[in-house]
């Protein structure tokens, strides 16, 4: 049973570019959340996903926007890249969407570098 | 809003050595309370978690209890070998509401020497 998958492993941009990041969560799951890391920090919320609609988010601009698609996986575009947005994106799976307590399951993250 | 403090590392530890990282919280209400582990190249793990007040997470010879009234929430193990080095994260989420909003500690990195 494939866990969470993210793609690409590493990415290198250019100050003004846009990314696309892509997860795929592990089976059974239907929810995502994206997470980002940055050097020596914990991981940061960015937003969460379910049923196709963004359901929270946390305090990241609008240039951080997401999509999930009808088998459950998702991804996380940035526009306009800073280098500040140089990090580790990671993705988090679980199943249920009923404010109940459930186990997020993580994938290796995606290396972005903003040059 | 949440946050999550944990105590300063790194931590260099013999092998055998007893493990403590402090972890503590401000939130309001009830929170959950996880303990996560990042291996080199890997991502987050679920370590162990307590979802109420004097809940004792355990895992792997971990522990954790979550102490509402000095709100924290530390992880100890005795005998730490050096398959433990790996970085420590705290975190908490509130629920209801369709909420799983994780808020994470900075985290603490474990050497564990031979």
């Known amino acids: 049973d494939a866990g969470v998958t993210q793609s690409p492993t590493h990415l290198i941009k250019t100050r003004g570019q846009q990314v696309t990041l892509r997860c795929s969560p592990k089976?059974?799951?239907?929810?995502v959340s994206w997470y980002q890391q940055a050097l020596g920090q914990g991981p940061q919320f960015i937003f969460q996903?379910?049923?196709?609609?963004?359901?929270q988010r946390g305090n990241f601009p609008d240039r951080f926007s997401g999509h999930q698609f009808p088998n459950y996986s998702s991804e996380l575009n940035v526009n306009a890249l800073l280098l500040g947005d140089s990090a580790l994106y990671l993705c988090?799976?679980?199943?249920?969407?009923?404010?109940?307590?459930?186990?997020?399951?993580f994938g290796p993250g995606t290396r972005l570098t903003v040059t | 809003g949440d946050s999550v403090t944990q105590m300063e590392g790194p931590v260099t530890l013999s092998e055998e050595a007893f493990l403590t990282i402090n972890c503590t919280y401000t939130?309001?209400?009830?929170?959950?309370l996880f303990w996560y582990v990042q291996y080199p190249g890997e991502g987050l793990q679920l370590l162990l978690k307590?979802?109420?007040?004097?809940d004792k997470g355990s895992n792997k010879g971990f522990e954790a209890t979550y102490r509402k009234e000095t709100t924290s929430f530390h992880l100890e193990k005795g005998s730490v070998q050096v398959s433990d080095s790996a970085v420590y994260f705290c975190?908490?989420?509130?629920?209801?509401?369709?909420?799983?909003?994780?808020?994470f500690g900075k985290g603490t990195k474990l050497s564990v020497i031979p």
């Open positions: 988090a799976s679980s199943f249920g969407f009923d404010g109940g307590v459930h186990e997020q399951y």
């Open positions: 089976s059974g799951h239907d929810t």
């Open positions: 996903y379910y049923e196709e609609e963004e359901r």
């Open positions: 939130a309001t209400g009830y929170p959950s």
């Open positions: 307590a979802t109420k007040a004097d």
């Open positions: 975190a908490l989420s509130r629920t209801g509401a369709g909420s799983y909003q994780l808020t």
